[in-house]
């Protein structure tokens, strides 16, 4: 099995930072990508910005660009979003993925987490 969870989540002020934390766990044999999506109440969930596992290349969905970043721990199989100058339209549950090849399966499958609430209010 695998199991992927984030942490991190909570209640912040506009103009505020967050560290977004999630760890992928169990048989892996290789990760591809690991990221985050988001999803504010009435509307579709949303790419916010992933990283590859082997060279560490990055892609950020506009709205984000240089207040969020992402970064990865390998060893750990965790990847971390320091989320800087958040604004009220950032809050959402945020998502973890990971594009992983398990035991279980030959191919790469998508593995999500539970979600973790985000709340930018004053």
């Known amino acids: 099995q695998v199991q992927v969870v984030e942490s991190g989540g909570g209640l912040v002020q506009p103009g505020g930072s967050l560290r977004l934390s999630c760890a992928a766990s169990?048989?892996?044999?290789?990760?591809?990508?690991m990221g985050w999506y988001r999803q504010a109440p009435g509307k579709e969930r949303e790419f916010v910005v992933r990283?590859?596992?082997?060279?560490?290349?990055?892609y950020y969905t506009d709205s984000v660009k240089g207040r969020f970043t992402i970064s990865r721990d390998n060893a750990k199989r965790t990847v971390y979003l320091q989320m800087n100058s958040l604004k009220p339209e950032d809050a959402a549950v945020y998502y973890c993925?990971?594009?992983?090849?398990?035991?279980?399966?030959?191919?790469?499958?998508?593995?999500w987490g539970q979600g973790t609430q985000v709340t930018v209010s004053s």
């Open positions: 990283i590859s596992w082997s060279g560490g290349n990055t």
């Open positions: 169990g048989t892996i044999f290789s990760i591809n990508t």
């Open positions: 993925n990971a594009n992983l090849r398990s035991a279980y399966y030959l191919t790469y499958q998508d593995y």
